[in-house]
């Protein structure tokens, strides 16, 4: 057998030692990917051992570089995260392959080789970087990764410059790949949302163009067109036009093409969409026909209305401003009170007089209500605007952030095309036959509540349904509305069958659920219920589908997934993190269950809520304030610890999780900690009239006074008809109040 050996310049032992006949050997699975490209980046030379950066062992748990343990006795990659340009971490989608020799490596010696494998029809798509022995030509490291910018932010990280070499390779696989796509939209579509920009830029923007029509259609034609999402590629191919008049020329003698592009995009594509609009059409439009004199406000007081749901060759929008107006005072009887009478003012909304029909590139002025600024934007950019309200509105009042693409569904616009989200559709089958309505709701006295009465008129339908695909958008309607107020006053044991099966009608339409927030929206695929089993395990599922409880898909290629319930996140983690929630949660029966992920639901939702800092934590608590002993009827009254109803005036607090406190002295209410909400109460009759934001250790701003109104109805206390009064405080520089300003003063209708 013959052996080779290379000895270095100095006597050391040697860097590569192996037999000519020995097949190559490569590692693949457990790699520290951290530790690997920190080692290739630092260190011109290095002694390469793949051992070295095998994930360590302890016991049968692999232990990831912060910490996260994982219960499977498989060694589990360490992933990689590299900072770009925006300053955040974004997380390499990576694949390693390490020779099982040892050796040595140099980076800086010309040992570093690109590679670029492509294959548009099998949709096979990767780059290389092949690190070579110091030595010989044997591979030592293959790094491969899976996109463009995945492999840009590599290389960079390492100080790899790319060679023309490459990038001639690359666009020329890629436009020969264009040339032969033929009628295969979908290989169109793989290849604009896979194509480098540099290849991109340097197709023709009549060939962009072209393109551009395919992949609408291709969104929008058949019945599964909702599957079909195509935002990614025509936004990338949007941002690829050379001549940005001829872009914007194009799109204003196009309306219908504009529109159609809006409908077809998600809403993250959609509001880049707006703002590539913009600005095309700020500095190219010349045409007085396109700026208009029309206003929109944005704030309180004001309302933005358009046509949801778009129609085919569609050339013009809807846009409408409503302004709230007063109208009448009343005076109403207090049927608690016989003999004393409440006045209450009517404000009702009223359109403004203006431009209603717009071209979608018509520039327009936006007002922003509380701060005065204006901006000059598209037409289209206000609908966004407008769309977003209006699903907010549906949000914020049936509680849960689902059903979307059930009632795209019901209304038949699917089929015209709006799809914009690539959605999947879950859908299980609901087995309601023993639920006896009629008794639960008289026993829980809801039988002549709104909610209740409508419940009762469709059971018979809403008992029979097989997946809510079926339902129409008229019955879908009135389950989004209704379905929460019954579901949250449902507490009796023999209620349980019939919240589960509101839970099911209100979550079963997936579209990949999402979470909205203020901040932004996250995305998230739940698995569909027959998986859950082979995740969490049978007997877990079989509970979470009987309490309507969801689980995630893994986020973005990581080991993290979370618990959904009533269509909020309720809790995240590792799959074993999880079984330990739901093993905790799942402990009890019936009510408890209930009760915990009620629990649970409300933490999640008052953690939206930013807290209100105590601005003098370290005072000691004042010996002359005190906390008041109160409790809440099933009127809503209020009431102290001797039964009366209360009629007072009072410091408030609402604690971090949401607990009002009633008395006197705010640092003594909220025990010296943040916030959620702090002022003063005014109570009459057990009843809220007045809340302010009057606050010395808290100071509640403009903003933070205004979250008051959600935070109690969050927490179901009743402030209907009550007055909100925001004070403007004005401190000295020790941080004592010198002024107090009456700014706005607001009152709740309902």
């Known amino acids: 057998m013959n052996t080779f050996e290379f000895a270095d310049r100095f006597g050391y032992k040697p860097p590569i030692k192996f037999n000519e006949n020995q097949e190559i050997e490569f590692y693949k699975k457990g790699i520290n990917y951290p530790l690997l490209i920190q080692e290739i980046k630092e260190k011109n030379h290095l002694y390469f051992d793949y051992k070295n950066f095998k994930s360590k062992i302890h016991g049968q748990d692999v232990i990831s570089y912060d910490g996260i343990t994982v219960d499977n006795g498989q060694l589990e990659d360490i992933p990689l995260y590299i900072r770009d340009k925006e300053g955040g971490n974004k997380k390499i989608k990576i694949k390693a392959k390490l020779n099982t020799r040892e050796g040595r490596i140099n980076i800086r010696q010309n040992k570093v080789f690109f590679g670029f494998e492509f294959n548009a029809n099998k949709r096979k798509l990767s780059y290389k970087i092949n690190i070579k022995y110091e030595f010989n030509n044997q591979t030592a490291i293959e790094l491969k990764t899976f996109s463009y910018n995945d492999f840009l932010l590599l290389s960079t990280h390492l100080d790899l410059e790319q060679t023309l070499k490459l990038k001639a390779l690359i666009t020329t696989k890629f436009n020969q790949a264009f040339r032969q796509v033929g009628g295969n939209l979908s290989i169109l579509k793989w290849l604009y949302e896979q194509a480098p920009p540099f290849v991109l830029r340097q197709r023709e923007d009549i060939k962009l163009i072209t393109d551009l029509e395919k992949l609408i259609s291709f969104d929008k034609d058949g019945w599964l067109s909702w599957f079909k999402d195509s935002s990614s590629a025509i936004l990338n191919l949007l941002i690829s036009f050379n001549d940005i008049r001829f872009a914007y020329n194009h799109f204003h003698d196009n309306p219908k093409q504009v529109i159609a592009i809006y409908s077809v995009l998600d809403s993250s594509s959609q509001q880049q969409f707006c703002v590539l609009l913009d600005a095309l059409s700020l500095p190219l439009t010349n045409n007085t026909e396109r700026r208009s004199d029309a206003k929109f406000n944005i704030g309180i ?64 002025t936006l007002v922003d209500n509380e701060t005065g600024e204006k901006q000059i934007v598209t037409a289209l950019h206000v609908k966004l605007l407008s769309d977003q309200a209006e699903w907010d509105h549906v949000i914020k009042t049936t509680i849960l952030v689902v059903n979307i693409i059930g009632i795209l569904v019901s209304a038949g616009v699917l089929s015209a095309g709006v799809t914009g989200i690539a959605a999947v559709i879950a859908i299980t089958d609901i087995v309601v036959s023993s639920i006896d309505i009629v008794a639960i709701l008289f026993e829980s006295n809801l039988k002549q509540t709104e909610e209740g009465r409508w419940f009762l008129k469709n059971w018979d339908r809403l008992s029979t349904v097989t997946g809510v695909v079926n339902i129409s958008m008229a019955m879908r309607k009135g389950i989004l509305k209704h379905g929460p107020k019954l579901y949250s006053k449902l507490k009796s044991a023999n209620a349980l069958k019939l919240r589960i099966h509101i839970n099911q009608l209100l979550t079963n339409i997936q579209i990949d659920l999402f979470f909205a927030y203020k901040k932004g929206i996250v995305y998230c695929s739940i698995v569909p219920i027959p998986n859950v089993s082979k995740i969490v395990g049978s007997r877990f599922a079989t509970r979470m589908q009987q309490y309507g409880v969801l689980l995630t898909k893994q986020v973005e290629d990581s080991n993290i997934r979370a618990l959904v319930y009533n269509g909020e996140k309720i809790a995240e983690g590792t799959e074993k993190e999880l079984k330990v929630t739901l093993k905790k949660l799942f402990s009890s029966n019936g009510d408890e269950v209930l009760a915990n992920l009620d629990e649970l639901l409300r933490i999640t939702k008052l953690k939206k809520f930013p807290r209100i800092k105590n601005k003098f934590p370290r005072d000691p608590l004042p010996k002359d304030g005190f906390i008041l002993d109160f409790s809440m009827d099933s009127n809503g009254l209020l009431k102290n610890s001797k039964g009366n109803v209360i009629s007072d005036d009072f410091n408030f607090i609402i604690t971090k999780n949401g607990k009002l406190m009633l008395g006197s002295r705010h640092h003594l209410l909220g025990n010296t900690e943040d916030v959620l909400a702090a002022g003063s109460m005014k109570i009459k009759r057990g009843k809220i009239t007045l809340i302010d934001n009057l606050s010395g250790h808290y100071k509640p701003t403009l903003e933070e006074t205004l979250r008051f109104l959600d935070i109690l109805k969050e927490i179901n206390i009743p402030i209907k008809r009550a007055n909100l009064k925001v004070f403007k405080i004005i401190s000295n520089s020790k941080g004592y109040d010198i002024e107090k300003n009456l700014i706005k003063t607001i009152q709740i209708i309902n």
């Open 301 to 364: 007081g004001y309302s933005l209305n358009s046509n949801l749901f778009l129609k085919n060759d569609q050339e013009k929008i809807l846009l409408e401003s409503k302004e709230k107006r007063f109208v009448r005072a009343t005076n109403s009887l207090d049927i608690l009170n016989p003999g004393m009478h409440h006045k209450s003012a009517i404000f009702e909304l009223f359109p403004i007089e203006q431009q209603t029909m717009f071209h979608p590139l018509d520039l327009v």
